[in-house]
């Protein structure tokens, strides 16, 4: 599961919040059979969330969300949710407000270069994940994208010359104007299905610290892989391994499905907290 903020100045009451991190746990634990009810019995500020079944032959994705609805003067008016199954193709999604119209200018330059990236991939023999991998982590890597222009309407969180920096590309790095906000880490997730198929996890952070007496500016790290086999079992058997063992798991940020393939880039927005070009 990957789960992802709206970015929106409405919150829930915190008398009565429900943590994100808390549905993400209960899909580990009980599948996503009964995710619209865990989502509608909960006050859960904005999020979007991704998640399925990698362990089996016929992977399958859902995509659930939850945002606030505003009137014309920008007052909260109610929280809508929604739940759907992503089918084979690309699924982009950032920080969007769904309730606000379409994806972010951004979200669909992305989705054309995914698209046009795996067009050029040869069907005979089938790209190496590490090919893969490559090709998406260069467009993963873009921005002040020449012509990209940021949405009509940006969050109120920053100042608006601060909020379109976040709109360039489908990379936030660091910058020395703005410092407090960007994409700390990124990975991408790349099932390989052969007559075994694996599960290849790259994975880098993109804030590490500088090297001494050198610029401060934070420092991208190399890409590492993690590699699981793929034992299929059903979302039964998923749930009896994570009972005997409980584990929460957290991401946030941009999320790409394509045919099995997935990329997710976390944002972190905390004082000390910054993302290097």
Not at 29 to 45: F, P, Q, R
Not at 128 to 147: C, E, H, K, N, T
Not at 198 to 207: A, E, G, L, Q
């Amino acid at each position: 599961a990957a789960l992802m903020n709206c970015r929106s100045s409405h919150r829930r009451d915190s008398a009565h919040r429900t943590s994100r991190g808390r549905l993400v746990e209960h899909l580990l634990t009980h599948g996503s059979a009964d995710a619209e009810s865990y989502i509608t019995s909960h006050e859960l500020d904005g999020f979007h969330l991704v998640c399925g079944n990698l362990f089996s032959k016929s992977p399958r994705f859902e995509y659930a969300w939850c945002c606030p609805e505003q009137d014309d003067a920008g007052k909260l008016s109610a929280w809508r949710t929604g739940i759907e199954d992503i089918g084979e193709g690309i699924f982009v999604i950032s920080n969007e407000n769904r309730t606000l119209g379409g994806s972010w200018p951004k979200c669909d330059w992305l989705r054309e270069q995914v698209r046009a990236f795996f067009n050029s991939l040869p069907l005979t023999p089938p790209p190496a994940a590490d090919v893969v991998q490559s090709g998406l982590a260069a467009i993963m890597g873009r921005f002040d994208v020449p012509g990209l222009d940021p949405p009509a309407s940006v969050p109120g969180w920053f100042p608006r010359e601060k909020e379109v920096l976040l709109h360039t590309g489908p990379f936030a790095p660091w910058r020395s104007e703005f410092q407090g906000f960007g994409i700390v880490s990124q990975r991408i997730v790349v099932l390989e299905q052969k007559l075994a198929s694996t599960i290849h996890y790259f994975h880098r952070s993109t804030n590490l610290p500088p090297p001494a007496n050198q610029s401060s500016v934070p420092q991208c790290g190399a890409w590492e892989c993690i590699r699981l086999p793929v034992v299929e079992c059903s979302m039964e058997q998923n749930r009896e391994t994570v009972m005997k063992k409980p584990a929460r798991a957290h991401a946030a940020g941009a999320k790409v499905k394509a045919k099995g393939k997935a990329i997710t880039q976390r944002n972190k927005s905390k004082a000390g907290q910054r993302a290097k070009l």
